[in-house]
């Protein structure tokens, strides 16, 4: 359940937040949405691929953080290991929300940073303020609003990248077959990556019309990042590993 409420320096001057990343905080999670303009950042460490929005039936970039539903591989005893946080990590429990203004007379809806005050990561007497003593905002919440504006864009961004992708038939489904160390075997499904010899068979216009829009490297990035596929694998054969010299 979530308890979302517009964040305000008077209701909420004693509130905070605490830091890092634990289990039992929400981010047990084998996947997290991204956005093209993070993707420099995460082919570093995370396979980035596609799914499709079940809502909206459009196609979505995400990263792997897991092989099964529940289960977070950077997600470890000491928080969160990986150099680079996916903003929609970053940001909980934060969230942006729209607020109905009239400005000369036409309706507009203005961003307002919302936070779910349910979440487990929330406090009143431990963690990082989110306003300073006289009212302003601290530096937490200055990185969070930017943090959700970019948010903000990213899913614009997404919308139209999806939209080309799916227009020059870039995209195909693919399931991934792995076998760990212990000798389980198990397939990934449900996901979708670049078609490369799509890619190549493209024409000089289709190509500059990608370029054009920033979004030609963001698909090369995301062929870049599948090799991390492997290294999500050995996370989850030294997790296995570690868990059974525990129980010996």
């Known amino acids: 359940m ?3 409420a517009l964040l305000d ?3 909420h001057k004693d509130l905070k937040i605490l830091p890092g990343y ?6 047990d999670i084998s996947t997290a949405r991204v956005f093209p303009i993070e ?5 570093m460490e995370y396979p980035i691929v596609l799914t499709r929005n079940k809502e909206t039936g459009h196609f979505e970039p995400v990263v792997l953080l897991g092989l099964t539903g529940d289960e977070n591989l950077f997600l470890g005893p000491q928080g969160w ?9 970053e940001r909980q429990p934060f969230l942006i929300g729209f607020q109905e203004t009239t400005e000369s007379g036409i309706p507009q809806r203005q961003p307002v940073v919302h936070i779910d005050m349910d979440h487990p990561k929330i406090s009143m007497t431990e963690g990082e303020p989110v306003f300073l003593t006289h009212g302003g905002e601290s530096p937490l919440l200055e990185r969070i609003s930017s943090v959700l504006m970019a948010i ?15 227009g020059l038939d870039l995209i195909e489904s693919s399931s991934m077959e792995f ?16 078609n490369e010899d799509r890619l190549r068979q493209l024409n000089g216009d289709a190509l500059e019309s990608l370029h054009q829009q920033g979004l030609l490297q963001s698909i090369y990035m995301m062929l870049a990042s599948l090799p991390n596929f492997r290294k999500l694998i050995d996370r989850k054969n030294a997790l296995l590993k570690s868990q059974g010299e525990a129980g010996t």
């Open 2 to 4: 979530t308890n979302h």
């Open 9 to 11: 320096n008077i209701t």
């Open 22 to 27: 634990r289990t039992g905080q929400g981010f």
């Open 39 to 43: 993707f420099s950042d995460l082919q």
């Open 81 to 89: 290991d990986a150099l680079y946080i996916p903003l929609a990590i």
């Open 152 to 166: 903000h864009q990213g899913n614009e961004i997404n919308q139209v990248f999806s939209k080309l992708l799916v």
């Open 179 to 194: 076998t760990l160390a212990n000798g389980e075997k198990h397939t990934l499904t449900g996901l979708h990556i670049i």
